[in-house]
C-alpha cells in the first residue's frame, strides 16, 4: 500500500523527557521508561505478551476472512447481486472506519488496554447477534457493528509494540503476521467442514469463540507503561515496569522513574503539524493503498472460486424451484464453494506462512522503507500470483515509531480509518468491475501498488532501530 534522510531524522527523531513536574535531588539517578524497557530486556514477560497479544490477530482474521467464505452461502439464501455481496464487505469497513478515529481518540485518553477490552466485547455481541439475523439487512448492519469493534484490536499491536526492547521490534511484530494466518487458515478450514453441514450460521458463531476466551486473559496484560507515565501515572508505570522486570529475572534501572510534564493528549491537528505533516500522508497513502490491493486479492480469489473462472465447471448450479426468474438461472448467480476451492484457499494462505521468514530478514536488514517498497513493486509487477501483499500489512506497524506516546493511538486510528476506505472500495473492483472487465480490475490494483511503493520509498524517516517517542 524530498526532505533530506538527515535532516528528517532530526526533526523526527526520538526525544527524551527533558522536563520533570518535580526536580530530582542533587545526584539522585533517574530513568526513562524506554531506558527501563530496555535494560530489562526480552524475557517470559514478552512471550506471554505475544502469545495474547498476537492471538488477537486470529480473532480478527476470523472475523474479517468470514465474509470471503460466507459470501457465497448468503448470496444463494437472499438471491443477492453483485453489488449486493460487495456491499457486504464495505459496511464492514465502513465500521472499521468510523471506530477506527473514535476508539484511537479514546485510546488515547483512558488507555489502550480498557478500549482493547471493549473493542472485543462489542465484536463477539455483534458476531453471535449476526448469526441469528433473519434478513440481508439486518446482516449488513450487525456486521458493521462487528467491523467497528474488531477495528479496537489495533491497541493490541500498540500495547505490544510499546513494551518490546528496539532490538526485537524487527523480528517480534512480522512474526504476529502468523498470528493472522493461523485465524485465516482456521477459518477456511472451519468453513469447509461448517458450511455444507451445520450451515453458515453456526460458522458465525464458532468464530466468536477465539475472540471470547481472549476477553478471558486480558487480564494477565498491564496498560502500557508509557501510557501511564504520559499521563503522569508515574506510580502505575514503575509498578508495571517492576512487574515485568519480575518476571524476566532482571534488574531495574538504579534511580527513580523520570515523570515528565503532564501533556495534552493527541489531537487529529497534531497529526497536521509540519513536523509530521508528510509523513501523516504518505502513511495514509499506503495504508489505503495496501488495504485496497490486499481486500481486493482476497475478495477477488473468492469470486473466481465461487465463479470457477466465468462457471466453467461442469457442476450444476443450486437453484431455487420456485423461482423461475433469470438471475436464478444464471450460472453464476448460485454457485457455492466445494472441497478443491476450499485447498486452494488453503495452499494460498500457506504460501503467505513462507514468505515470513523474507519479511523479517528485509525488515531488519533492508530498513521499513525499502523493504516496503520493493515488496509494493514486486507486488504490482506479479499481481496475479495473490500471495504477496499479506506481508505489508506488518511492515505498516513500525511506521507509527515516529510518532510520540500521546499521538500514536490516534495516528493508528486514523490511518486505520483510510486504510479501511481502500478496503471499502476493494469489494466493488473485485465482485463487481472484475465481472465486466478482469484485466481492467488487474491494472487497477497493478497502479495502486505502484503509487504505494513510491510513497514508501519517498517517507522522510527510517524507523529501523528507532526507539519509541515519549514526547513529540
Not at 530530582?24 to 526480552?42: C, L, M, N, R, Y
Not at 473466481?304 to 450460472?331: F, I, K, T, Y
Amino acid at each position: 500500500m524530498a526532505i533530506a534522510p538527515k535532516e528528517a531524522e532530526n526533526a523526527i527523531g526520538l526525544e527524551e523527557i527533558q522536563t520533570e513536574k518535580q526536580e530530582p535531588s542533587k545526584g539522585q539517578k533517574t530513568f526513562t521508561v524506554e531506558e527501563a524497557v530496555e535494560t530489562i530486556g526480552f524475557g517470559r514477560f514478552h512471550i506471554v505478551l505475544f502469545l495474547i497479544m498476537g492471538s488477537t490477530g486470529v480473532a480478527e482474521a476470523m472475523e474479517i476472512m468470514l465474509i470471503a467464505v460466507v459470501s457465497p452461502l448468503i448470496r444463494c439464501e437472499w438471491q443477492l447481486q453483485d453489488w449486493q455481496v460487495a456491499l457486504v464487505t464495505t459496511m464492514v469497513f465502513f465500521g472499521y472506519m468510523v471506530f477506527s478515529i473514535v476508539l484511537g481518540v479514546l485510546a488515547d485518553r483512558y488507555g489502550r488496554w480498557k478500549i482493547l477490552l471493549l473493542s472485543f466485547l462489542w465484536a463477539a455481541y455483534f458476531s453471535l447477534l449476526t448469526s441469528f439475523a433473519p434478513s440481508y439487512i439486518w446482516f449488513v448492519f450487525l456486521r458493521a457493528m462487528v467491523g467497528g469493534g474488531v477495528s479496537g484490536h489495533a491497541q493490541g499491536l500498540i500495547i505490544k509494540t510499546e513494551f518490546l526492547p528496539t532490538k526485537y521490534r524487527g523480528y517480534m511484530l512480522p512474526l504476529s503476521q502468523v498470528f493472522w494466518l493461523a485465524g485465516s487458515l482456521l477459518i477456511i478450514g472451519l468453513a469447509s467442514v461448517v458450511n455444507p453441514t451445520i450451515g453458515w450460521r453456526w460458522l458465525i458463531r464458532i468464530a466468536s469463540i477465539p475472540g471470547i476466551l481472549l476477553i478471558l486473559v486480558f487480564k494477565f496484560i498491564p496498560e502500557s507503561a508509557r501510557y501511564n507515565i504520559s499521563t503522569g501515572n508515574v506510580a502505575a508505570a514503575m509498578a508495571t515496569l517492576q512487574r515485568i522486570a519480575k518476571m524476566n529475572g532482571a534488574a531495574m534501572p538504579e534511580g527513580v522513574l523520570r515523570e515528565p510534564t503532564k501533556e495534552r493528549r493527541g489531537r487529529f491537528k497534531d497529526l497536521m503539524h509540519p513536523k509530521y505533516l508528510r509523513t501523516t500522508l504518505q502513511i495514509w497513502i499506503i495504508w489505503l493503498g495496501i488495504a485496497f490491493a490486499y481486500y481486493g486479492v482476497i475478495l477477488a480469489s473468492a469470486e473466481l472460486l465461487e465463479r470457477d473462472l466465468v462457471c466453467g465447471s461442469a457442476a450444476p448450479p443450486v437453484q431455487d424451484p420456485g423461482d423461475d426468474s433469470e438471475e436464478n438461472h444464471s450460472p453464476c448467480h448460485c454457485r457455492l464453494f466445494g472441497p478443491a476451492a476450499y485447498q486452494t484457499m488453503i495452499i494460498s494462505t500457506v504460501g503467505e506462512i513462507a514468505l515470513n521468514p523474507l519479511n523479517i530478514l528485509g525488515i531488519n536488514f533492508l530498513g521499513r522503507r525499502l523493504s516496503l517498497c520493493i515488496t509494493m513493486g514486486c507486488t504490482a509487477l506479479f499481481f496475479l500470483l495473490l500471495n504477496i501483499i499479506v506481508a505489508l500489512i506488518r511492515f505498516l506497524s513500525f511506521l507509527f515509531q515516529v510518532y510520540p506516546t500521546t499521538m500514536r493511538a490516534l495516528g493508528m486510528g486514523t490511518s486505520g480509518s483510510l486504510c479501511r476506505i481502500g478496503a471499502m472500495v476493494a469489494p466493488f473492483i473485485s465482485q463487481v468491475l472484475m465481472s465486466a472487465s478482469f484485466i481492467g480490475a488487474l491494472c487497477l490494483f497493478a497502479s495502486v501498488c505502484i503509487v504505494c511503493a513510491i510513497s514508501a520509498f519517498t517517507l522522510p524517516i527510517e524507523t529501523k532501530g528507532r526507539a519509541l517517542q515519549i514526547k513529540g
